[in-house]
């Protein structure tokens, strides 16, 4: 705020100084006293002016804090609302996208967030880990909805008990390395249709998270997935 300064007045010597002089008559002596009474009704004008001043001041202060703090809450209402409507274009494409898969694409809300559970018959051969053309349309398909979650992502690989063979090279870990191998190339193709690199992290669990009993085919069948997390505390950043 551009503001008018105030001339600041300046004290005359005190009136003890001027008694001492000699040669200061009582008109000259009055003249000075009246002098010194008007410096200060200047000085006390030139305070009030101050005050004022800043009580103007504290006020713009506080009403700009309320309009910042309006600013915020509608922003923070505005996002969230988009957020909103994202997931609920999701989870409409995720309810056709099950739907037509025979139950191997499934949606469901897990304790981090929304989470993408495909079975590996879709994606994988078995014991591999490259992704299938079936795969990569259907990812490539996926990639854009989840993108416009604007949440982060972690695609985890899962597999059932049955090992598989250790090769020295490539899985000198058996199923942990599968898993994430796995889990690395499925987000591999998400990126290259459309996720940004720094939504996503990759996991491999191997056996460890079993989501049925591994002593039946079916059992085995279900643990062999790859799941797609949506971090819903990422939306919050």
Not at 66 to 86: K, L, M, N, P, Y
Not at 108 to 116: A, L, N, R, T
Not at 117 to 134: A, C, K
Not at 159 to 175: E, L
Request: aromatic share 4%.
């Amino acid at each position: 705020m551009n503001r008018t300064s105030v001339p600041r007045p300046t004290l005359l010597l005190p009136f003890a100084l001027l008694a001492c002089s000699p040669m200061v008559t009582q008109d000259q002596m009055e003249q000075r006293e009246q002098s010194l009474r008007t410096s200060l009704d200047e000085m006390k004008r030139y305070q009030l002016d101050l005050e004022a001043e800043n009580q103007t001041l504290r006020a713009q202060n506080r009403n700009l804090q309320v309009q910042v703090e309006g600013a915020r809450a509608t922003s923070a209402r505005s996002a969230s609302a988009e957020i909103d409507q994202a997931f609920a274009r999701l989870n409409e494409y995720m309810q056709k996208l099950g739907a037509g898969s025979g139950g191997d694409v499934t949606w469901f809300q897990g304790p981090e967030g929304p989470v993408v559970r495909i079975q590996d018959q879709i994606l994988f051969r078995s014991g591999s880990q490259s992704v299938s053309d079936e795969g990569r349309q259907l990812l490539a398909k996926l990639a854009p909805e989840l993108a416009s979650s604007g949440a982060n992502l972690r695609v985890e690989g899962h597999t059932d008990s049955d090992q598989v063979k250790v090769n020295i090279d490539k899985y000198p870990h058996g199923n942990l390395d599968l898993s994430s191998e796995r889990a690395l190339e499925v987000a591999t193709i998400l990126i290259a249709n459309g996720l940004p690199t720094e939504r996503v992290a990759v996991a491999g669990y191997a056996e460890y998270r079993p989501v049925a009993p591994n002593d039946t085919p079916e059992g085995k069948r279900k643990n062999r997935r790859v799941e797609i997390v949506l971090l819903s505390g990422s939306l919050t950043q």
